[in-house]
């Protein structure tokens, strides 16, 4: 999923998980930031958002690894 930055008036992006991720541990991005995820119209934290993001993601894992060890019929 990608998502917007706005910083200093300049809305910036998109970028992905990952980059936002490097950011935020390179000092370029701050969890309060504003963020807004591709598609929608609500912008928020950047914090809110990664917190979204990181429990779709288990949510998806979950669902992937549920999935995977459903048993075949015999």
Known sequence: MKLYLSRN????????????????DDNRASLDDLACLAGETEWTSLSEV???????KRLNWLKA??????????
Do not use: A, C, W
């Not at 008036?9 to 935020?24: A, E, M, R, T, W």
């Not at 549920?66 to 015999?74: E, G």
């Open 9 to 24: 008036g300049q809305i910036l992006g998109p970028y992905d998980y990952v980059h936002i991720n490097q950011f935020i």
């Open 65 to 74: 690894v549920s999935y995977t060890h459903q048993t075949l019929p015999t």
């Open 50 to 56: 990664m917190e979204r993001l990181t429990l779709e």
